[in-house]
T-cell receptor, first 111, second 117 residues
Framework: DGGITQSPKYLFRKEGQNVTLSCEQN?????MYWYRQDPGQGLRLIYY???????QKGDIAEGYSVSREKKESFPLTVTSAQKNPTAFYLC??????????FGQGTRLTVV | AQKITQTQPGMFVQEKEAVTLDCTYD???????LFWYKQPSSGEMIFLIY??????QNATEGRYSLNFQKARKSANLVISASQLGDSAMYFC??????????????FGPGTRLSVLP
């Protein structure tokens, strides 16, 4: 079945550690997105990529980094520079059509 | 500046009644798309309905319809015959620019809908 897979579902990070969230899609979509969602809040755009080897900062890119070496993959690294990383992270992709498809999300907690 | 505004943090509706969730948007691009997503407590984002800026008719998908008023820059979601399973967060979103490019895709703050038995 085609779709977007995010892993892991739950992730715990110690203070000062970098962690990488995985996002893989087999929908052959060009554009991919990373969003952060805090409890009871909307989605805020971290980074997006329109094409392989290209990506753009969203509204809250500080403390995060991404890569897009393959069309299928758009991993997000939460660096130690992100002072408050505890949140729910959603990855999405869309093609030239209408809708964006979302993964199931990764819940990151700092311990 | 906020591109998507949802002024209702929470809404209640009686089962089987209709409910309207408000969304206003801000863009200077003549080509854009408007979306509504549902997010149940599990966290997944479920696509509900889409309206293109050049679409002449309001979009409908089953019990969902989008009341698109272009001059007022509003794209309200109407849910008819509410069901208990409709209780969730609802997000309005906008894509600016033509759909064949992967532009920025922004979301509003959401409205929490609670359906009462």
């Amino acid at each position: 079945d085609g779709g977007i897979t995010q892993s892991p579902k739950y992730l715990f990070r110690k203070e000062g550690q970098n962690v990488t969230l995985s996002c893989e899609q087999n929908l052959n979509h060009d554009a991919m997105y990373w969003y952060r969602q805090d409890p009871g809040q909307g989605l805020r755009l971290i980074y997006y990529s329109q094409i392989v080897n290209d990506f753009q900062k969203g509204d809250i890119a500080e403390g995060y980094s991404v890569s897009r070496e393959k069309k299928e993959s758009f991993p997000l690294t939460v660096t130690s520079a992100q002072k408050n990383p505890t949140a729910f992270y959603l990855c999405a992709s869309r093609d030239r059509g209408v809708r964006a498809f979302f993964g199931q999300g990764t819940r990151l907690t700092v311990v | 500046a906020q591109k998507i505004t949802q002024t209702q943090p929470g809404m209640f509706v009686q089962e089987k009644e209709a409910v309207t969730l408000d969304c206003t948007y801000d863009t200077s691009d003549p080509s854009y798309g408007l979306f509504w997503y549902k997010q149940p407590s599990s966290g997944e984002m479920i696509f509900l309905i889409y309206q293109g800026s050049y679409d002449q008719q309001n979009a409908t998908e089953g019990r969902y319809s989008l009341n698109f008023q272009k001059a007022r820059k509003s794209a309200n979601l109407v849910i008819s015959a509410s069901q208990l399973g409709d209780s969730a967060m609802y997000f309005c979103a906008m894509r600016e620019g033509p759909g064949n490019y992967g532009q920025n895709f922004v979301f509003g703050p959401g409205t929490r809908l609670s359906v009462l038995p």
